[in-house]
């Protein structure tokens, strides 16, 4: 699919100015050699991507954590009665982020999407339990995913990874350049209480996927690594 067309459908409708669409266009080359870069990585393809021409703002009752910018999110879809797994790119992601973050949050949103086909391939899952809670949320994303050691052989996106997903995701200038680039000058917002932001599948949709028996090998090649490096730590 065309990574850009609900970008280019919000220019054609006048919701985003000429200069921030000639930006996200021009930079969108950074999010392609990112996903090259995990595939080559990983030894798997990345699936299905999009832009999103919209900030993704959550909302929470804390008040200490009472609100937060999503710059990309992992969707489970079902469409056309096929099941797919979506990643969703804001476009000031696309627009401000450095190169390095750009690739940390494809690389953490594809920690997110494997995890996600482990436990539906194996019917572990029927809801993505989220919290309603930033703080929680953030600890929660945490604990949920592979090892980005045993998925990715790459040492440089390893590091990326780990200075910008220590505890959560955080990029004080992304977020700066977000909320006077874009949001201050009221382009496209999508607001999502977290709360609400959940992954309902049910046991007989799951149950008719066809999942790629090449992509539950590799899954199963990263939970064997994942498992020496857990050994290696322990000892």
């Known amino acids: 699919m065309d990574h850009l067309v609900k970008v280019k459908e919000s220019y054609e409708k006048g919701l985003l100015p000429q200069d921030i669409y000639d930006l996200i266009t021009e930079r969108f080359s950074l999010v392609s050699s990112g996903i090259d870069r995990i595939e080559k990585a990983s ?7 999009y832009v999103e021409p919209s900030a993704i703002l959550t909302s929470s009752a804390d008040v200490t954590f009472g609100y937060g910018i999503l710059f990309a999110r992992t969707l489970p879809v079902f469409f056309e009665e096929k099941f797919q797994i979506m990643i969703q790119i804001s476009a000031p992601l696309v ?3 450095l190169k390095g973050t750009i690739h940390a949050i494809l690389a953490h949103e594809f920690l997110h999407y494997l995890e996600l086909v482990r436990k539906a391939s194996r019917m572990e899952i029927l809801s993505d339990e989220v919290s309603a809670n930033l703080f929680e949320n953030v600890y929660a994303d945490s604990t949920r995913l592979f090892e980005a050691r045993a998925v990715f052989d790459d040492q440089t996106l390893l590091t990326h990874i780990t200075k910008k997903f220590p505890t959560g995701f955080k ?5 700066d350049k977000t909320e006077k680039l874009w949001i201050s000058k009221n382009l496209p917002v999508t607001n999502i209480a977290l709360d609400a932001n959940t992954v309902k599948l049910s046991a007989e949709s799951l149950a008719k996927v066809n999942w790629d028996p090449a992509l539950l090998s590799k899954i199963k090649e990263y939970e064997e690594r994942e498992s020496k490096l857990r050994k290696r730590k322990i000892y």
Do not use: W
């Open 95 to 97: 627009a401000f982020g």
């Open 171 to 175: 990029d004080y200038k992304l977020e």
């Open 43 to 49: 030894g798997t393809k990345y699936p299905v991507s």
